[in-house]
């Protein structure tokens, strides 16, 4: 599923088996933040932000026909369609040739295909030296619905 991405064989990044517990189609548009337990691919249109609670091992990948409107924050991103907004990797992010990012990039470690464009800052960021970089709105909203969640049962 993975291999989708290169579109030819001189493509610098190596394919990486990957299970998505969560595709949004081409034609899906969702309106809202997503808060992820499980990988996901979006396709499709997301207006919102999608985030992962730092200790999860998420991977984001938006593929050639995704678009984003929001913030990112997972332990790894990988972009071969449209974001507009911030992305914070954990790991790594992964930007390929046809891939348009418009927000700053935080990451542990990065790939850039030549032909990608980014209107935005590259911030290197290790744990060492802010290990509380990763809490956010969004990682704490995470962190509260699965606690009710969790008292509910």
């Given at each position: 599923?993975?291999?989708k991405f290169a579109k030819n064989k001189s493509s610098t990044f190596q394919s990486v088996p990957e299970k998505f517990d969560t595709i949004i189609g081409k034609k899906t548009v969702i309106h809202g933040n997503?808060?992820?337990?499980?990988?996901?691919?979006?396709?499709?249109?997301?207006?919102?932000?999608?985030?992962?609670?730092?200790?999860?091992?998420?991977?984001?990948?938006?593929?050639?026909?995704?678009?984003?409107?929001?913030?990112?924050?997972?332990?790894?991103?990988?972009?071969?369609?449209?974001?507009?907004?911030?992305?914070?990797?954990?790991?790594?992010?992964?930007?390929?040739?046809?891939?348009?990012?418009?927000?700053?990039?935080?990451?542990?470690?990065?790939?850039?295909?030549?032909?990608?464009?980014?209107?935005?800052?590259?911030?290197?960021?290790?744990?060492?030296?802010?290990?509380?970089?990763?809490?956010?709105?969004?990682?704490?909203?995470?962190?509260?619905?699965?606690?009710?969640?969790?008292?509910?049962?």
């Amino acid at each position: 599923m993975f291999s989708k991405f290169a579109k030819n064989k001189s493509s610098t990044f190596q394919s990486v088996p990957e299970k998505f517990d969560t595709i949004i189609g081409k034609k899906t548009v969702i309106h809202g933040n997503l808060m992820l337990l499980e990988s996901i691919r979006i396709d499709g249109k997301v207006v919102g932000n999608v985030a992962s609670a730092k200790e999860d091992l998420i991977t984001v990948v938006i593929g050639e026909s995704g678009d984003v409107q929001g913030d990112i924050v997972a332990n790894r991103v990988v972009i071969a369609g449209k974001v507009a907004g911030n992305l914070h990797a954990h790991d790594c992010i992964e930007l390929h040739s046809d891939s348009v990012v418009q927000g700053d990039i935080r990451y542990g470690s990065i790939a850039i295909e030549h032909g990608a464009k980014v209107m935005g800052l590259l911030l290197h960021v290790s744990e060492a030296s802010n290990p509380n970089l990763g809490d956010s709105d969004a990682q704490n909203a995470i962190r509260k619905a699965q606690y009710v969640a969790g008292s509910s049962n």
